[in-house]
C-alpha cells in the first residue's frame, strides 16, 4: 500500500467518523428508536477514538516521510464545466490543520466521556450527542478545510449546534433566548464569510487555499491579491471571526452561551468553537500580510477585546461567566498574535488555552462545592488581598470601571438601541401600515393573526 | 416531429384529479372523501414521477404524449413536458399529496377535498402547457377555487378579488396586445410590461403582495399554501415575460424582486403569528427564485431553477408542519412560547430540517441552489447582489426563532396525546428524505437544471431573433405593398 493510499483511506475516515456517528443517532431519532445511554457513549467513543487515531498516524507518517502538506482530494460535490463553477471538496493536512483536528477529537472525546455521566437520565441526553456530533463533523471539516466552500461548510455545522446547545435546557426562556442571540450574531458572521468567500472566488477565480494563498505550505504561503483587494476581503474575514470567536462588539454571546449545559460551555464555547474566528485568521494569514492596515485593524480588536475581557472577568459573580471572559482575554491576545504575524505562537497558544479552559470549565460545577468546604474548614472567607491597581486608580475611575465592566462594556445596549430596535422600529411600522391598507381594502379589520396582542416584549427576544 | 414520451402520461395525471374532483364533489362522508382524495392524488403523483422518469430517457429538450388526444382533436399541441415543467410536474403533485396526506380529523370537515382536486388538474395543466393563450386560461381559472373557499367560509373577497382581478385583466390585455403590436413597437412594450406586472402581481412582490397575506389569514392553511408554494407566478414569468422582455428590463425587475426578498425577510423577522409569517418568509424565498430568473445568466438562471424546487419543496414541508401543530393548538401566536418540542419532536425536527433547507444550510437540498443564486446574483450586481445573503441571514435569523418559539421556552403540559400520526411521520419520513438526499448528492439535480437553463437561454435567443426577423419581413411587405397601392 502507497503512502499516497493511506493518506486517503486515513483522511476519509476522520471525516467519515463523525459523519457516521451523526447520521447513526439521526437516523435512530427519526424513526422513532432512539438509542440507548449506554449505545450512544459507546458509538461516540468509538468515533472519536477511530478519529483521533487515524489523525495521530497521519501526523506520524508526516513527520516519518517529512512531508508539510498533504492534500486530499475528495473531488468536486457539484461542478458545470462550462462557467468554471465548482464546488471543490479538499482536505488539507498542515501545521494548522493536524494540531487543530487533534485538539478537537482529544477534547470531544474527554467531553463525550464526561457528559455520559454528567448527563445521565437527562431527558435531552439524546438530543445532546446529535448536536455533538453534529459539532464535532463541523469541527473536523473546518480544521481540514484545503477550500474556502469546505470550511464555510464545516463553519455553518458549528454555528448550528452551538446555537442550538446553549438553549439546551429549553423548557426554560432564557437559554433559548440566549441560542436565539448566538445564531443572531453567528448568522452575521456567516454573511460577512460568505461574501468574502465570493469575492475571492472573483478575485482569484479559485477557492482552493493553494490558489487564494499562493504557493507554499502553511504558514509559508504569499497571497497574490492587490493590497486594496486584501483590505476589503481581509476586513469582511475579520467580521466573520470576530463573530465567531465573539471578539468586541460581539462579546455580548459568550457569557450568555454559558447558559448550556457545563459540558458544552467547555469544549464549544471555552474551548473550540471560541478559537475558530482565530483559526480562520491563522488560516488566511498570507492575506493579512498585504496590507498593513488590515493587520492594525487585527491587532487593535485582538487587544481591544483582550482588555474588555480582563476587565469584565474580573466583576462577573458566577464562575462560568468569569471563565468565559478570561477566555475572551487570551483570544484577543491570540487574534493580536496573528496581527504581528507570530503564526506558529498563535496556534500553540491556542492548543494550550483550549485545554486549560476545558479542563477549567470541567471543574467549574465542583469548585463551588470545594470553595464552602474549605471556609468551613478556616471559619471565615477566604482571604483577599489588595492589587497595586487598588492603590494607584482613584476610588472614582475604579468605580466607573467596575460598572463598565458590570454592564459588560454597554456591547449589547449599544447593539440593540442603534442597530437592532430601529431596525424593528421600521418593520413593525411597515406592517403596521400594512394592515392598515389591507383592512381599508377590505372594508373590516377582520384578520386571524389582529386576535394575536403586539409583542411587547424586549427586542433582545429578537437578537 | 416532437418527441413522444411512452405513454400519455400529461393527460392521464391531469383527466385523474379532475375526474376524482367530480367523484368526492358527490361524497357526503367527508372521512371517505379524504380516503378517495388520498388515493387519487397518490395516483396522480405516480402519473407525475412516470412522466419525469420517462422524459429523463429521451435526452431531449420537450416532448408530448404518446396517443395525444388533444393534439388529435385540436391539431395543435397542448400539453408538453420540457425541462423546465419536467421535474415541476412531480413536485407540484407532491404537494397535494403531502398536504391531503397530512391533513388530519379536526381539519377534513372545513377542508374541501373537491376544489383541492380541481385546482391540482388546473396546476398540472398549467405547468404541461407553453401556449400563451393556454397557460393564461389556466392561470385565470386557478384563481377561482381559492374564491369559492373564501366565499363558503364568509369572509371578504375583496382584497383577493381586486388583486386577482387585475391579475386577469393584465395578462389578458397584455397578451391580446402582444399579439397585436411587432417588436420593438411602443404597443409590444406596453404589453410586454402589463404582462411583467401580472407575474409579478401573482408572485407577490412589492407593493403587490398583500392579497398573499390577506389569503393565509383568510383561507384554510392548505388551500393557500397550495396556492402560492408551487410559484406559479415564476411559471408565468418563464412562459410569459422571459421570451419578449429584453435583458435590461429583466435585470431592472431582479432589483424589484430583491428589494422584495430583503423586505419580506425583515417582514417576517418581526411577525407575531405563523401563518402570516410564513407568508412572508415565502415571500422573501420566490422573490430569490425570480431574482435568479431574471438575472438570464447560465449561473444565476440554474440556481433560480435549483432554488426553485429546493424552496418548493422545503417550505411546503415547512408549511405542513406549521399546518400540523395548528391542527393540534389552534392559532399558533409567536408571542409566546409553546414548548411543543416534548410532544412532538419529530415535528421539531422537520420544522427546523425544512426551515435550515429553505435558506440553503450545508448537507440540505437548498445549499448548492443558494451558492448558485449568489454567485449568479453578484455577477451580475457585484454590490446588490450582496442582498441576497443579507436576506438569507435574515430569513436564518426568523426560522431559528420561530422554531424557539413554537417548540422550546416553557413545559407544555396537555390532556390528549400530541405525538405525531402514522400519516404525518409518512409525509415527515418522504420529505427528509428528499431534502436531506438532494443535500448530500447535488450533482443530478443541478446538472439538470443547468442544461434547462442552457436550453431557455439559447431558445430565448433563438426566439427573439426570429421575432425579429418575422418583423422585419411584416414592414418589409407592408412597404411593398404601400408603393404598389401607391
Not at chain 1, 281 to 297: D, F, G, H, K, N
Not at chain 2, 53 to 74: K, N, P, R, S
Not at chain 2, 90 to 108: C, D, E, F, H, N
Amino acid at each position: 500500500m502507497t503512502s499516497e493510499l493511506l493518506f486517503n483511506i486515513l483522511g476519509i475516515t476522520i471525516v467519515a467518523s463523525p459523519a457516521a456517528l451523526l447520521a447513526v443517532f439521526s437516523l435512530a431519532s427519526l424513526a422513532g428508536r432512539p438509542l440507548g445511554e449506554r449505545s450512544m457513549a459507546r458509538f461516540t467513543e468509538t468515533a472519536v477514538v477511530l478519529g483521533l487515531l487515524s489523525s495521530l498516524v497521519i501526523l506520524g507518517m508526516m513527520l516519518v516521510l517529512d512531508r508539510r502538506h498533504v492534500p486530499i482530494e475528495i473531488g468536486n460535490w457539484v461542478v458545470i464545466p462550462d462557467q468554471h463553477f465548482h464546488f471543490h471538496l479538499k482536505l488539507v493536512f498542515d501545521r494548522l490543520s493536524v494540531p487543530f483536528v487533534v485538539l478537537t477529537f482529544i477534547l470531544c472525546g474527554t467531553v463525550g466521556a464526561f457528559t455520559s455521566r454528567y448527563l445521565h437520565r437527562e431527558p435531552g441526553y439524546g438530543r445532546f450527542f446529535v448536536l455533538y456530533a453534529l459539532f464535532l463533523l463541523g469541527m473536523v471539516i473546518s480544521s481540514l478545510a484545503g477550500t474556502i466552500e469546505t470550511l464555510f461548510l464545516g463553519w455553518e455545522l458549528v454555528g448550528l449546534s452551538s446555537a442550538l446547545l446553549v438553549a439546551f435546557f429549553h423548557e426554560r426562556q432564557n437559554p433559548v433566548r440566549n441560542g436565539q442571540r448566538v445564531w443572531s450574531v453567528y448568522r452575521i458572521a456567516d454573511a460577512a464569510f460568505l461574501i468574502a468567500a465570493l469575492a475571492l472566488h472573483h478575485l482569484t477565480g479559485a477557492g482552493d487555499f493553494e490558489g487564494l494563498m499562493g504557493t507554499g505550505p502553511w504558514p509559508d504561503g504569499h497571497a497574490t491579491i492587490s493590497q486594496s483587494h486584501a483590505l476589503f476581503v481581509g476586513l469582511l474575514l475579520l467580521v466573520a471571526a470576530a463573530g465567531k470567536s465573539a471578539l468586541v462588539p460581539f462579546s455580548g454571546w459568550l457569557p450568555r452561551a454559558m447558559e448550556g449545559p457545563t459540558p458544552s460551555s467547555a469544549v464549544f464555547y471555552g474551548a473550540l468553537s471560541v478559537h475558530l474566528g482565530a483559526f480562520l485568521l491563522l488560516r488566511v494569514s498570507p492575506i493579512l500580510e498585504q496590507s498593513l492596515t488590515l493587520r492594525i485593524a487585527v491587532i487593535t480588536l485582538g487587544l481591544v477585546s483582550a482588555i474588555f475581557g480582563t476587565l469584565t472577568a474580573r466583576v462577573q459573580t458566577d464562575i462560568k461567566s468569569a471563565l468565559a471572559f478570561a477566555s475572551l482575554t487570551q483570544v484577543g491576545i491570540i487574534v493580536a498574535e496573528i496581527g504581528f504575524g507570530l503564526r506558529y505562537i498563535a496556534l500553540i497558544h491556542i492548543v494550550g488555552h483550549a485545554c486549560l479552559r476545558t479542563l477549567q470549565l470541567l471543574r467549574a460545577p465542583s469548585l463551588l462545592h470545594d470553595y464552602h468546604t474549605l471556609e468551613n474548614a478556616i471559619g471565615s472567607h477566604l482571604p483577599q488581598g489588595t492589587s497595586t491597581w487598588d492603590r494607584l486608580v482613584p476610588v472614582r475611575t475604579r468605580a466607573w470601571l467596575y460598572r463598565f465592566s458590570m454592564e459588560r462594556g454597554y456591547l449589547d445596549v449599544i447593539l440593540d438601541e442603534y442597530i437592532v430596535r430601529p431596525f424593528v422600529a421600521v418593520f413593525r411600522w411597515s406592517d403596521s401600515m400594512e394592515r392598515r391598507w389591507t383592512a381599508w381594502l377590505s372594508g373590516s379589520d377582520e384578520k386571524g393573526s389582529d386576535e394575536v396582542p403586539p409583542n411587547t416584549s424586549s427586542v433582545e427576544d429578537l437578537v | 416531429m416532437m418527441p413522444e414520451l411512452h405513454l400519455p402520461w400529461l393527460e392521464l395525471m391531469i383527466l385523474t384529479p379532475l375526474l376524482g374532483a367530480i367523484v368526492v364533489s358527490f361524497l357526503k362522508d367527508k372521512e371517505f372523501a379524504h380516503k378517495i382524495c388520498l388515493a387519487v392524488c397518490g395516483l396522480t403523483f405516480v402519473f407525475a414521477t412516470g412522466e419525469w422518469m420517462d422524459f429523463g430517457t429521451l435526452h431531449t429538450f420537450e416532448a408530448h404524449d404518446h396517443w395525444d388526444v388533444i393534439e388529435f382533436v385540436f391539431h395543435k399541441d397542448i400539453f408538453i413536458v420540457d425541462e423546465l415543467s419536467a421535474p415541476l410536474i412531480p413536485l407540484a403533485a407532491l404537494l397535494y399529496l403531502m398536504t391531503v396526506l397530512s391533513t388530519l380529523r379536526t381539519k377534513v370537515a372545513r377542508f374541501s377535498f373537491g376544489w383541492t382536486l380541481f385546482a391540482e388538474a388546473i396546476l398540472l395543466a398549467t405547468l404541461c402547457c407553453r401556449e400563451p393563450w393556454a397557460v393564461i386560461a389556466f392561470l385565470v381559472l386557478a384563481t377561482i377555487p381559492p374564491w369559492i373557499e373564501l366565499r363558503s367560509r364568509k369572509r371578504s373577497t375583496r382584497i383577493y378579488v381586486s388583486h386577482m382581478g387585475l391579475f386577469v385583466v393584465l395578462l389578458v390585455a397584455g397578451q391580446a396586445l402582444l399579439n397585436a403590436g411587432a417588436v420593438g413597437t411602443t404597443t409590444a412594450t406596453i404589453a410586454g410590461a402589463m404582462l411583467t406586472i401580472a407575474a409579478l402581481l401573482r408572485s407577490g412582490i412589492v407593493p403587490l403582495h398583500c392579497w398573499m397575506t390577506d389569503l393565509f389569514e383568510k383561507a384554510t392553511f392548505g388551500t393557500a399554501l397550495l396556492f402560492v408554494t408551487p410559484m406559479t407566478g415564476a411559471y408565468a414569468v418563464m412562459r410569459l415575460v422571459l421570451p419578449i422582455a429584453p435583458d435590461w428590463a429583466l435585470q431592472s425587475i431582479a432589483i424589484v424582486s430583491l428589494f422584495t426578498s430583503v423586505y419580506a425577510a425583515g417582514m417576517a423577522l418581526v411577525q407575531v403569528e405563523a401563518r402570516r409569517f410564513f407568508c412572508y418568509l415565502f415571500l422573501s424565498h420566490s422573490s430569490l427564485v425570480l431574482v435568479g430568473l431574471e438575472l438570464v445568466t447560465p449561473i444565476g438562471l440554474t440556481g433560480a431553477l435549483c432554488v426553485w424546487l429546493s424552496v418548493g419543496l422545503s417550505l411546503a414541508g415547512f408549511a405542513l408542519t406549521l399546518r400540523c401543530i395548528e391542527s393540534r393548538i389552534g392559532q399558533v401566536s409567536l408571542n409566546t412560547f409553546h414548548g411543543l418540542y416534548e410532544h412532538t419532536p419529530t415535528l421539531a425536527t422537520l420544522f427546523l430540517l425544512t426551515g435550515l433547507a429553505s435558506i440553503g444550510f450545508p448537507g440540505t437540498i437548498g445549499f448548492i441552489g443558494i451558492e448558485l443564486l449568489v454567485e449568479g446574483a453578484v455577477g451580475v450586481f457585484p454590490l446588490i447582489g450582496i442582498a441576497v445573503v443579507v436576506a438569507a441571514a435574515l430569513n436564518g435569523i426568523a426560522i431559528l426563532n420561530a422554531y424557539f418559539r413554537v417548540f422550546t421556552g416553557t413545559t407544555r403540559t396537555s390532556s390528549i396525546s400530541l405525538r405525531v400520526r402514522f400519516s404525518e411521520r409518512i409525509a415527515v419520513l418522504i420529505l427528509t428524505v428528499l431534502i436531506i438526499g438532494g443535500g448530500l448528492f447535488p450533482q443530478p439535480g443541478v446538472s439538470s437544471r443547468y442544461h434547462a437553463a442552457m436550453a431557455l437561454i439559447s431558445k430565448r435567443d433563438v426566439d427573439s431573433d426570429q421575432r425579429q426577423k418575422d418583423d422585419k419581413q411584416l414592414t418589409q411587405d407592408h412597404s411593398e405593398k404601400t408603393t404598389t397601392h401607391d
